[in-house]
């Protein structure tokens, strides 16, 4: 058996040590790169903070845009609907019909939002004219007016009720979406208690 010699041991420490100090040293290495890499992160951070920004904006934008548009079809569909159940209506009525829109559009502003409701009447060949007509924050139909109306709803000698809204969007921030946008959503219904609605004298 060999035996073991005196300075062996010495020498065990030394290469204990020189590793222990090129451990230390790879270690500062990776302490360097770590900060360096946190370097890097802030960068790419600074680089994509504002596209996020963009993107973000512009979603909020886009969703408030839609959310109107829904609005201002739920809001044509109801004025139609209400007055469709109707024989008569006079100047007060026809107001509230109009005035419902406001509810309907909330929370969102009516300021600038034209709400539009009128008859339409069609002749032996289906082409269509304005009966009556009333506004709110807008001007009404020349009564007599030709309309054209959908195929689908293009009969001789019907009357049906026609609503429209008219919504300028304008973005909250205006950073993505920079001009204002105009909403326009119809919806028509036929009478339900006669065969035409009688409208107001006057709006």
Not at 2 to 9: D, F
Not at 47 to 66: A, F, N, S, T, W
Not at 161 to 189: A, D, K, M, R
Request: with cysteine; glycine share 8%.
């Amino acid at each position: 058996m060999r035996k073991l010699k005196l300075s062996e041991p010495v020498h065990s420490r030394t290469a204990l040590m020189t590793f222990a100090a090129t451990f230390a040293g790879f270690g500062a290495k990776l302490g360097g790169f770590a900060r360096s890499r946190a370097a890097v992160s802030a960068v790419e951070f600074a680089i994509i903070l504002p596209v996020m920004l963009l993107l973000y904006i512009g979603g909020v934008e886009l969703g408030d845009g839609l959310a109107i548009q829904f609005k201002a079809t739920l809001a044509a569909r109801t004025v139609t609907d209400l007055a469709s159940q109707y024989v008569s209506i006079d100047t007060g009525t026809v107001g509230n019909i109009l005035n419902a829109s406001s509810a309907v559009i909330a929370p969102y502003s009516n300021a600038n939002m034209v709400v539009i409701l009128s008859e339409v009447t069609t002749n032996a060949t289906s082409q269509g004219s304005i009966t009556w007509s009333c506004a709110l924050n807008g001007a009404a139909h020349t009564i007599g007016q030709p309309v054209t109306l959908p195929s689908g709803l293009q009969s001789p000698s019907t009357s049906l009720l026609w609503g429209e809204v008219t919504y300028p969007y304008q973005p909250q921030f205006g950073y993505v979406i920079t001009n204002t946008i105009s909403i326009y959503q119809t919806s028509y219904f036929y009478p339900r208690m006669s065969n035409s609605v009688s409208g107001p004298a006057s709006c």
